[in-house]
């Protein structure tokens, strides 16, 4: 009954924090600032993003997690030390219990890094439940039930498109393109049709600002400031949503292609159901405009938004701990399905 409870929602982008009993506590980007003389962290959260891009020679802010998966291990530690300090403040007399979501697709390595990580800063017992499945728990899809129900996880770096019943991925597809590779695309986009040169943080900005899936009639415009690529002198210019459409064709084809393979592999009663139901999209790169109707003209299944889709995979967390806990039901975790 001491025991704390956490679930965390460990983005590329964003991480969120859910405490058993109070709900979601944190919500911080995932990055932080390190003095590389001695390694001691300066910020972590919103502090060490704004950072980004403007340090001295001897700080570098930075991102421990790429696509999904902990590219830094002592900086991995380093932000879930922090996490847990401001979940359940610096003294603990009890270790926490944790669920923690990974990447479908993570890989036995990928795995060990996450518990390794968790376990070094104090976790009692740590479970590592998929994304999609968690995502789905939070959208409170009815995947308790034989029928079919269809996910589109979007995040920072990764994509998960499942298809889940009985409270176990079916077939599923974890795509390392997402929210991080439509912000190349549009920096890409920026220099070679506009000649102009501007950093993550800004494509970030003109993402949620002016951002669309589909060329529309009437487009956003914004004034966008960065670098000239010829002169190298500061230039400012005006785009609008139609220069962003093109510019993300690319990734999001990309995932198209994997929503068609798993709707290819899904068993046909499963099919019929997600038919009546359409996919349900989640993460924040599904709030990217026009989505959904990309996603549903190309496929031929309707396809809709969540409701809060950023917080979709940390209230999985939530419910996950109390089923859990309550030994009501077992998870099909992704040891179960990896080919």
Same mark, same amino acid.
């Given at each position: 009954?001491?025991?704390?409870?956490?679930?965390?929602?460990?983005?590329?982008?964003?991480? %969120?924090?859910?405490?058993?009993?109070? =709900?979601? $506590?944190?919500? @911080?980007?995932?990055? #932080? /600032?390190? *003095?590389?003389? &001695?390694?001691?962290?300066?910020?972590?959260?919103?502090?060490?993003?704004?950072?980004?891009?403007?340090?001295?020679?001897?700080?570098?802010?930075?991102?421990?997690?790429?696509?999904?998966?902990?590219?830094?291990?002592?900086?991995?530690?380093?932000?879930?030390?922090?996490?847990?300090?401001?979940?359940?403040?610096?003294?603990?007399?009890?270790?926490?219990?944790?669920?923690?979501?990974?990447?479908?697709?993570?890989?036995?390595?990928?795995?060990?890094?996450?518990?390794?990580?968790?376990?070094?800063?104090?976790?009692?017992?740590?479970?590592?439940?998929?994304?999609?499945?968690?995502?789905?728990?939070?959208?409170?899809?009815?995947?308790?039930?034989?029928?079919?129900?269809?996910?589109?996880?979007?995040?920072?770096?990764?994509?998960? %498109?499942?298809?889940?019943?009985?409270? =176990?991925? $079916?077939?599923? @597809?974890?795509?390392? #393109? /997402?929210? *991080?590779?439509? &912000?190349?695309?549009?920096?890409?986009?920026?220099?070679?049709?506009?000649?102009?040169?501007?950093?993550?943080?800004?494509?970030?900005?003109?993402?949620?600002?002016?951002?669309?899936?589909?060329?529309?009639?009437?487009?956003?415009?914004?004034?966008?400031?960065?670098?000239?690529?010829?002169?190298?002198?500061?230039?400012?210019?005006?785009?609008?949503?139609?220069?962003?459409?093109?510019?993300?064709?690319?990734?999001?084809?990309?995932?198209?292609?994997?929503?068609?393979?798993?709707?290819?592999?899904?068993?046909?009663?499963?099919?019929?159901?997600?038919?009546?139901?359409?996919?349900?999209?989640?993460?924040?790169?599904?709030?990217?405009?026009?989505?959904?109707?990309?996603?549903?003209?190309?496929?031929?299944?309707?396809?809709?938004?969540?409701?809060?889709?950023?917080?979709?995979?940390?209230?999985?967390?939530?419910?996950?701990?109390?089923?859990?806990?309550?030994?009501?039901?077992?998870?099909?975790?992704?040891?179960?399905?990896?080919?």
């Amino acid at each position: 009954m001491f025991v704390k409870k956490l679930g965390i929602d460990l983005g590329t982008a964003n991480s %969120v924090v859910f405490v058993q009993g109070e =709900g979601i $506590v944190l919500t @911080e980007p995932t990055v #932080v /600032a390190i *003095d590389v003389n &001695n390694f001691t962290v300066i910020a972590v959260g919103m502090e060490a993003k704004e950072m980004i891009g403007k340090t001295p020679d001897n700080i570098v802010a930075k991102r421990p997690l790429r696509n999904g998966v902990i590219a830094d291990s002592r900086v991995t530690e380093a932000l879930l030390r922090y996490f847990f300090d401001k979940a359940l403040g610096k003294s603990r007399f009890f270790k926490p219990d944790v669920v923690i979501s990974v990447p479908a697709g993570i890989t036995s390595v990928e795995e060990r890094a996450v518990l390794k990580a968790a376990n070094a800063v104090g976790a009692r017992n740590v479970t590592l439940l998929p994304e999609p499945l968690l995502a789905a728990l939070g959208a409170e899809m009815p995947i308790n039930t034989s029928s079919g129900n269809m996910i589109i996880n979007m995040g920072g770096g990764t994509t998960e %498109v499942a298809v889940i019943s009985l409270d =176990g991925v $079916v077939e599923y @597809e974890s795509l390392r #393109v /997402a929210g *991080d590779a439509i &912000n190349e695309a549009i920096i890409s986009y920026m220099r070679k049709k506009k000649g102009l040169l501007i950093g993550e943080q800004t494509a970030e900005k003109i993402k949620i600002k002016i951002g669309s899936a589909l060329e529309v009639k009437d487009p956003r415009e914004m004034e966008v400031r960065g670098r000239d690529v010829g002169a190298g002198m500061p230039k400012s210019i005006v785009i609008d949503s139609n220069d962003i459409a093109k510019a993300v064709e690319w990734p999001l084809r990309s995932i198209i292609k994997s929503i068609q393979a798993v709707l290819e592999k899904t068993p046909p009663e499963l099919s019929a159901d997600i038919m009546d139901r359409g996919m349900v999209m989640s993460g924040g790169t599904s709030l990217l405009r026009n989505l959904d109707k990309l996603f549903s003209r190309a496929t031929g299944v309707p396809a809709h938004v969540a409701d809060d889709p950023l917080f979709c995979v940390v209230k999985g967390t939530g419910i996950a701990l109390d089923l859990i806990e309550e030994g009501s039901r077992k998870f099909s975790f992704n040891r179960d399905f990896r080919r």
